[in-house]
């Protein structure tokens, strides 16, 4: 039991799950943010065009059944906004990796009174 602690330990602590604990986190609290702005401010102006007070009321009867579509153009609208974000994020990242990679790299440090010394008599070698 003790050798299954000290496993699931040091799996919690490495910098991925971690980071993705985080991730999870702030996700959802945009998540919150992502539904109120579909449901406060983008479905009350198309309810306007659709002639609805709230286009999650939008349904259809079929029968017994009642077919809420308002509430999945809602879910989908939110999808899609949260994966624009996502996508505009992902972006913005991999714009900063590859401003990082084309860094040119650092210039070498000039040689040390060893390497010059060395330098010349290697050079003095190759004359005689």
Do not use: H, W
């Not at 496993?7 to 945009?30: C, S, T």
């Not at 999808?79 to 994020?89: E, N, R, S």
């Not at 990796?97 to 650092?106: D, F, G, T, Y």
């Amino acid at each position: 039991m003790k050798k299954f602690i000290a496993e699931f330990k040091a799996f919690a602590m490495r910098g991925n799950v971690m980071d993705l604990a985080v991730g999870v986190i702030i996700g959802g609290a945009f998540s919150a943010i992502t539904t109120s702005l579909i449901n406060d401010i983008i479905m009350p102006v198309l309810g306007i065009f659709t002639d609805s007070i709230s286009f999650a009321d939008l349904a259809v009867e079929i029968g017994p059944a009642v077919l809420t579509y308002g509430n999945f153009i809602q879910a989908v609208l939110n999808f899609l906004i949260m994966a624009l974000v996502v996508f505009c994020l992902v972006k913005a990242m991999n714009r900063l990796s590859r401003k990082k990679e084309q860094a040119p790299p650092p210039a070498p440090p000039a040689p040390s009174n060893e390497e010059k010394l060395l330098a010349e008599i290697r050079d003095l070698l190759k004359k005689q």
